[in-house]
């Protein structure tokens, strides 16, 4: 079992940036494929990005690549997303979720591939 925590959502102007931080409990985060994802109103939950448990591997949004930074501490057994040049649709609810399943090959997209979910932070981009 794993908990995730979110935090360092908030309300940004367009252009600026803001990190988010998934904190884990848990003995075997080095385990586990982490990955974030956003839901915005009326739509359904996307993927973001997603890292290996090395950190080694990393995959992205097409509509985050260049923008958004995914990285991993095992030791702190923390998961962040740093997101820059941020647009208004960008805003969204953020989503940290873990996978401990091999899937060879994978870009840990598919929702249903993770087995735990953090709570979500609201992340606002005004124009």
């Known amino acids: 079992q794993v908990q995730l925590v979110e935090s360092g959502g908030g309300l940004v102007q367009a252009g600026g940036s803001l990190r988010l931080s998934c904190a884990t409990s848990?003995?075997?985060?080095?385990?586990?494929?982490m990955g974030w994802f956003r839901q915005a109103p009326g739509k359904e939950r996307d993927f973001v990005a997603a890292i290996a448990w090395s950190g080694i591997s990393t995959w992205y949004a097409d509509s985050v690549k260049g923008r958004f930074t995914i990285s991993r501490d095992n030791a702190k057994g923390t998961v962040y997303l740093q997101m820059n040049s941020l647009k208004p649709e960008d805003t969204a609810v953020y989503y940290c979720?873990?996978?401990?399943?091999?899937?060879?090959?994978?870009?840990?997209?598919?929702?249903?591939?993770?087995?735990?979910w953090g709570q979500g932070t609201q992340v606002t981009v005004s124009s």
């Open positions: 979720a873990a996978s401990n399943r091999a899937y060879g090959g994978s870009r840990y997209s598919n929702s249903a591939q993770y087995g735990y």
């Open positions: 848990g003995r075997t985060f080095n385990k586990y494929v």
